[in-house]
């Protein structure tokens, strides 16, 4: 039997046992995401958990990692590093267990990434294949999701590429609904923001990696603040075309000296800069965390063991944490 009907086999097993049916998503969404990307498959994320919801969140969004050979083959799914089934029920598990509602997203990462290759750019041989399979396991994963108590299914992550395809993304959706009875949306890139299936979707999220300062340029507080306002309108127009709620998929901010230019660069030559870390958390939650012209936000990412030397993007022990609870404590 093949990977994909085992899985499938066992999850139908799953969503008949005694899990608790979904709660509806309402509320605004002040949340942070959690990638479940320890080298252990199996590993406990319940301090993290409980850190996020300590901070005064109202959502968690668990990011589970898929991978495929390289960018043209059509083999997209789980792979040696994605987290087992049993460590992402815990996770759900607990983080219901703290007050929070859960949302699960898919993200696809290749082995070899490079400017052009990376899964905004696939380009498969055979999209039909690439396609029956990312929806295989999408749709076993909506099966997990349902008998877990998910409020919200992002159905994909910045599958630029990809979105071409609206015909296939149409019956994928209508697959997932059959499996998952909340909420079925798609996070899309924040420079490409145009998903022909949206209309298929209950919300439409974005990853919101807007730059905030040109590059070079050390922007202060007050200017980084004012310039949330073009992606907010942006974000309306989005909202307003196509009917639907629009949140943010992910917002984060590295702590390298490059993060207000190229907040999606992981990466940056130079020591961590936590200040302009807290300084861009400073600035979306004066200018966007509560504008109404979007339904709320994910942090991105709070994996990781952070600490005043990492430069990435988890907020875990660095001034960020403080002012991103601050943020979500005084919108309560």
């Not at 992402?88 to 983080?95: E, G, H």
């Not at 209508?174 to 420079?191: I, L, T």
């Not at 299936?197 to 974005?206: P, Y």
């Amino acid at each position: 039997m093949s990977r994909v009907l085992i899985a499938a086999a066992t999850l139908l097993a799953l969503s008949a046992s005694t899990a608790l049916a979904p709660a509806p998503s309402e509320g605004r969404i002040r949340g942070a995401s959690l990638g479940l990307f320890a080298v252990d498959r199996d590993y406990d994320y319940g301090v993290m958990v409980r850190e996020i919801a300590s901070r005064g969140a109202t959502d968690l969004l668990v990011v589970v990692e898929w991978t495929q050979a390289h960018r043209l083959s059509h083999d997209p799914g789980p792979g040696a590093r994605t987290a087992s089934t049993r460590a992402l029920r815990r996770t759900i598990r607990q983080a219901r267990a703290d007050g929070l509602r859960v949302g699960v997203m898919p993200i696809l990462r290749l082995p070899d990434t490079a400017p052009g290759r990376w899964r905004g750019t696939l380009d498969p041989v055979d999209p039909a294949a690439w396609m029956r399979a990312y929806g295989d396991h999408l749709v076993a994963l909506a099966a997990l999701a349902e008998a877990e108590g998910v409020v919200r299914l992002v159905a994909g992550s910045e599958l630029v590429s990809m979105q071409r395809h609206e015909a296939r993304w149409l019956d994928l959706v209508e697959r997932v609904r059959a499996a998952f009875h909340g909420e079925v949306a798609y996070a899309a890139n924040w420079d490409a923001l145009e998903v022909p299936f949206a209309h298929a979707l209950d919300s439409l999220g974005v990853s919101a990696y807007f730059p905030l300062a040109a590059e070079g340029e050390r922007a202060g507080l007050s200017v980084m603040t004012r310039r949330w306002e073009r992606p907010l309108r942006r974000l309306d127009r989005l909202r307003r075309d196509t009917g639907l709620p629009v949140f943010l998929a992910e917002v984060g901010y590295p702590a390298h000296p490059e993060a207000a230019s190229a907040p999606w660069r992981p990466s940056a030559a130079g020591p961590a800069d936590v200040e302009l870390q807290a300084d861009l958390f400073r600035a979306f939650c004066a200018a966007a965390a509560e504008d109404r012209r979007v339904a709320g936000y994910y942090v991105w990412n709070w994996f990781g063991w952070g600490g005043p030397n990492d430069p990435g993007y988890s907020p875990r022990g660095k001034p960020a944490a403080v002012v991103l609870e601050t943020c979500m404590r005084r919108a309560a």
